[in-house]
């Protein structure tokens, strides 16, 4: 009962009552939105890079933490929340590839920034970089090779995520 407990009330999937901002929805929705809104601001590449870098991160993030547990639509517009919208569920391997190509948009948006030990003063520490974007990739990898989503053990997809971790993150 105690876990049941737990589950019902895990601020990560559920938020806060009344508040659509505090769940992982809200959270995708927001990183929409800014995604959106930078990507029309009057930005230099370099300013937009390091504030969408971190964005595609965030946003992969939470759907990495949602996929694990749930079978979920791929959601990139900023949705009005309406009474009777319907996004229909994307496959897994949807999924895995949308949440991988959000993270190798991070990397590389945050690479001039963060590689070679960018980001060095404290009121940059906690912030996403492109390693943290690779390591993450790495980790979302191995959830599509492991026995949760690789029911045959295709070796492919461990062999994907070796190679990959091997060249990625030295």
Do not use: H
Not at 60 to 86: H, Q, R, S
Request: include cysteine.
């Amino acid at each position: 009962s105690a876990m049941i407990f737990q589950w019902k009330n895990n601020v990560f999937f559920n938020g806060k009552a009344g508040n659509v901002r505090d769940n992982p929805w809200g959270r995708i929705r927001n990183c929409n939105d800014l995604i959106t809104n930078v990507l029309a601001s009057p930005l230099t590449q370099e300013e937009k890079d390091i504030i969408l870098g971190q964005a595609y991160f965030l946003r992969a993030w939470c759907y990495y933490n949602m996929v694990k547990w749930y079978g979920v639509p791929i959601i990139t517009d900023v949705l009005e929340p309406e009474e009777g919208v319907f996004v229909p569920r994307s496959s897994t391997k949807e999924c895995i590839d949308f949440i991988c190509d959000d993270l190798d948009n991070a990397a590389d948006m945050l690479w001039a920034s963060t590689g070679n030990g960018g980001w060095q003063s404290a009121k940059d520490w906690g912030r996403v970089t492109s390693g943290t974007a690779l390591a993450l990739k790495g980790r979302v990898l191995l959830l599509w090779a492991s026995p949760l989503f690789n029911r045959s053990d295709d070796a492919t997809r461990w062999n994907e995520a070796y190679t990959f971790m091997q060249a990625a993150l030295p």
